[in-house]
C-alpha cells in the first residue's frame, strides 16, 4: 500500500490540483441571495379528499343561503340588496343565493401583482409565487433588555428599518401599535414612515373611511399617481377580519367597499378558532370560515367587478381547558392544509400566518413557529403575514422573535431554490480527483463553489462547544438580540424624491392640524 502522505509521485501530482483549487477558490464569486422573489417548486400538501372540499365548498354556499350573514353597516346592507342579496332589516341578516356567490366568484382575478414604490419590489401573489410580510397589530413590544412593555413609534421605525433590511421579507405591516401616538394621528405617521424608510408593500389598516382616505392619499403622493392610475393599480393591501360567527361588523364592511371601489388588495380572513367561535372540528371551522370568506368576496364585486382579493385564512384551536387560543398546532397545520385546498378549489390567492402561543422567544416559539410556517407554505401559501415577530399569540411583538423567524424565513427560502442536476452537480470527476478515504475540503470542485454551496446562517451557530463557550456560550436570543441593534444601528433608507417627502410631509401636516381621523367602531 502507498503512503501518499511521504510518496514523492503523489505529491507532485497533488501541486497541480492545489494551484487548480487555489485559482478555483480565487475565481469564486461571493454568496448572493436570491430571496427577492421566491417561487415554492413543490406540490402543496392536502388533508381532505378533493369530494370533500368540494362538500365544505358547497355546506358554505348552503350556510349563505340559509343562514346568511349579519352584517351591521347599513350601507353595506344596501350594496348587497342592489346586487341580488335578500336582506331582513329586523335582523340585520343578509341571506346569498348560491347562484349569485358564484357569479362574484367569477370576477375575482386568479392573479395579482402588487406594485411597490420601485417596480423591482413588485411581488406576484398567486399561482406558486410566495411572498412574506411581518406581524401586524400587537399592542405590546417585547425585547431582552426591557422586558415586555407598550409599543412605541420609535419601535414601530426600528421594526421598519429591520424590514428593510432583509430582502426576504416583501412587504410590511402593522408591526407594533404605537400606543404614544394618539389613534386619530397614529395612521398619519405610521403610514408616512413606511413611505419614506422602506420601499416595499405597506399594508394599513381598514378602520374607518376617513384613515382609508387619508392612507390612499399618502401612498398616491408617495408613488406619484393620480387619481386614476392609482384606481388601476394594486399597491396597498388590508386585512378584512369577519366577526365570526357570521357577523361583518362596521369596520370592515367599509373596508371591504372602500378598497374594493378603489381597486387595491383585500385580504378578507374569517378569524376563526374551532371549539370557541367556530365547530370544534378542522372542517366545520373551515366551513364557517369558508362562508364568511365568501360574503365578504361578494361584497367587494358587488362594489366593483374585478376587485382583487386575497383568500385568506386564520383558523387554529382553542385550549380546552383554559379557553385560550393555541398556534402551531398539530391542528393548525391540518387547518392550513385545508384552507389551501379551499383557496385553489375556488381560485383564489392564498394568504395564511406565521403563529405561535409563547409568551417570549423560547423553544415553544420556535417549534411552534416552524410548524406554522410549515403548514402554510407546504400548503401552498401565497401571502405569509406576521412572518416574523409575532409572540404572545398576537399580542406582542419581539425583536429577537423578528429576528429567529428571519433566520427560519431564509431557510424556507433556501430549500425553494433550485437543486442543479447537472453533470457538474453529480460531481463525478471530484469523486476521482479525492478517490478512497480521501476529503472533499481542498479539491477544485468545493474550492469553485464554497463561498455559494450552503445557506450561511443569520443567527445560528455551527461551531463545536469550546469554541462556543469562549465566545461567550451565548444562546440564540442573545445572538438575535445583538443583530437586530445591530442591523438598526446600520439602516440605510432608500432613496426619496425631496419633492416627495416634502409632500408626504405637507399632507401629514395639514391632516393633523384638521384633527386627524379617529377609528371607527
Not at 417570549?360 to 420556535?366: F, I, M
Request: hydrophobic share 40%; proline share 7%.
Amino acid at each position: 500500500m502507498t503512503d501518499r502522505s511521504v510518496d514523492p509521485a503523489a505529491n507532485s501530482e497533488r501541486r497541480p490540483r492545489r494551484r487548480a483549487a487555489a485559482a478555483a477558490a480565487a475565481d469564486s464569486p461571493p454568496r448572493q441571495s436570491r430571496y427577492r422573489h421566491l417561487v415554492n417548486p413543490f406540490e402543496p400538501m392536502k388533508v381532505f379528499s378533493d369530494d370533500q372540499i368540494a362538500a365544505i365548498h358547497a355546506s358554505a354556499l348552503q350556510l349563505l343561503e340559509d343562514q346568511g350573514m349579519r352584517v351591521l353597516l347599513p350601507e353595506a346592507r344596501e350594496a348587497y340588496r342592489r346586487g341580488g342579496g335578500q336582506v331582513d332589516e329586523s335582523t340585520l341578516t343578509v341571506r346569498l343565493d348560491r347562484g349569485l356567490v358564484e357569479r362574484c366568484l367569477a370576477m375575482a382575478p386568479r392573479e395579482i401583482v402588487l406594485h411597490a414604490a420601485r417596480p423591482e419590489f413588485d411581488m406576484p401573489v398567486w399561482g406558486k409565487h410566495v411572498m412574506f410580510a411581518p406581524t401586524s397589530g400587537p399592542p405590546n413590544i417585547m425585547d431582552s433588555v426591557r422586558g415586555k412593555r407598550a409599543g412605541t413609534f420609535e419601535d414601530f421605525v426600528n421594526l421598519l428599518k429591520i424590514c428593510q433590511s432583509f430582502e426576504v421579507l416583501h412587504g410590511l405591516g402593522g408591526l407594533v401599535e404605537p400606543q404614544d401616538v394618539p389613534v386619530q394621528f397614529r395612521h398619519l405617521e405610521t403610514t408616512r414612515a413606511m413611505l419614506l424608510m422602506s420601499d416595499k408593500i405597506p399594508k394599513v389598516y381598514a378602520r374607518g373611511p376617513g384613515q382609508t382616505v387619508d392612507n390612499f392619499e399618502m401612498i398616491r403622493i408617495a408613488y406619484g399617481l393620480t387619481e386614476e392610475e392609482f384606481r388601476s393599480r394594486p399597491c396597498v393591501t388590508t386585512i378584512i377580519n369577519t366577526n365570526s360567527p357570521l357577523q361583518l361588523d362596521i369596520p370592515m364592511a367599509n373596508g371591504i367597499m372602500d378598497y374594493a371601489a378603489a381597486g387595491q388588495v383585500l385580504i378578507i380572513t374569517p378569524f376563526t378558532l374551532a371549539g370557541a367561535m367556530a365547530p370544534v372540528t378542522i372542517a366545520g371551522a373551515l366551513t364557517l370560515a369558508h362562508a364568511e370568506a365568501l360574503a365578504g368576496l361578494t361584497l367587494a364585486q358587488i362594489v366593483r367587478p374585478g376587485a382583487p382579493i386575497i383568500y385568506g385564512s386564520f383558523t387554529s384551536n382553542v385550549d380546552m381547558k383554559s379557553g385560550s387560543p393555541a398556534f402551531g398546532t398539530p391542528e393548525y397545520v391540518k387547518a392550513s392544509f385545508g384552507a389551501g385546498q379551499l383557496a385553489r378549489h375556488i381560485g383564489l390567492p392564498w394568504r395564511s400566518s406565521n403563529a405561535t402561543a409563547s409568551n417570549c422567544p423560547d423553544a415553544q416559539a420556535a417549534y411552534e413557529s416552524q410548524m406554522s410556517l410549515w403548514g402554510a407554505l407546504m400548503g401552498g401559501c401565497n401571502y405569509m403575514l406576521h412572518a416574523a415577530g409575532w409572540l404572545e399569540g398576537g399580542l406582542t411583538t419581539s425583536y429577537e422573535k423578528f429576528i429567529l423567524d428571519i433566520e427560519m424565513l431564509q431557510m424556507f427560502a433556501e430549500v425553494f431554490q433550485p437543486v442543479g442536476g447537472s453533470t457538474d452537480d453529480i460531481a463525478i470527476d471530484a469523486i476521482k480527483e479525492v478517490g478512497a478515504g480521501g476529503h472533499f475540503f481542498g479539491c477544485v470542485h468545493t474550492m469553485a463553489r464554497y463561498r455559494t454551496a450552503f445557506y450561511a446562517p443569520l443567527v445560528s451557530d455551527w461551531s463545536n462547544f469550546g469554541q462556543w463557550e469562549s465566545a461567550g456560550a451565548k444562546t440564540a436570543t442573545e445572538r438575535a438580540s445583538e443583530i437586530w441593534r445591530q442591523v438598526v444601528d446600520t439602516y440605510q433608507a432608500p432613496p426619496r424624491d425631496p419633492a416627495v417627502v416634502d409632500a408626504l410631509n405637507d399632507f401629514v401636516a395639514r391632516r393633523t392640524a384638521e384633527g386627524g381621523a379617529p377609528p371607527v367602531s
